[in-house]
């Protein structure tokens, strides 16, 4: 795998989401967007407070994570489902001296990129808002990168599992939907059961959220452990994606 090669393919995708944005923006910002307003100034007006802060300061951190992995996961998805199948740009982009590996490193890229895109303009807004406490949250900015790499691994592994564009329904219900509402966004994890805060510790978005939460409150030192996790975990699953999407494209 070349980098040159596959920052090609991420400057490809780049060119072309510059004259689409638009309705990209409106599915991957306005949608947290609205989960904020409705949760935060709707529902937090029958909560005082949690963890000791309103209750959407609380939540505004958490749509950080949940905005930033949305973007990514989309993109890797149906887009990347839709690149291979449908538009048969995998095939085109192959006709070039670039190689399997260097597509799949590009299209990793591009959603980590999506992440950090889409958390910059979520930690915009709410700091408009007045809802974070310090100036550490941009150090949130290089995490959503490396977090974005994890969802793109994951999504990428999906895409090369499934028999068709339609079940990736499945991957979205059985395993988007839990992880986004047992991650700690809307709530402490610690009022339910002991078992699900177990489960959602080996999940992305769990640490993700409590990075952005802690970064977001000026205490780094409690971001420490999540970062490490994310990078760990980043690696662990890099061979994934290539592994499997080889397969599936030269099926």
Known sequence: ???????????????????????????????????????????????????????????????????????????????????????????????????????????????????VLYGIIIIGTISAFHLVDSALVVLVVPVLFLSGLIFAEISLFCVALVPGVDSLNYFYTLFMSPMFLFSGIFFPLDTLPPFVAKIAWFTPLYHLTNVCRSLAAGDAHRAVEGIVWIIVVAIILSPLPFHFMRKRIVR
């Open 1 to 115: 795998m070349k980098v040159k090669r596959a920052y090609r393919v991420w400057q490809r995708h780049l060119t072309v989401y510059t004259k689409l944005y638009l309705s990209s923006v409106a599915l991957n910002f306005v949608e947290p967007v609205l989960y904020l307003v409705a949760l935060g100034f709707g529902l937090g007006g029958y909560i005082t407070e949690v963890q000791g802060r309103p209750y959407i300061n609380f939540i505004a951190p958490g749509i950080i994570a949940s905005s930033s992995m949305f973007a990514t996961v989309y993109e890797c998805t149906y887009a990347t489902y839709v690149r291979i199948f449908y538009q048969k740009t995998f095939d085109a982009i192959l006709s070039t001296p670039v190689n399997i590996d260097d597509l799949i490193a590009g299209e990793m890229m591009w959603g980590a990129t999506k992440s």
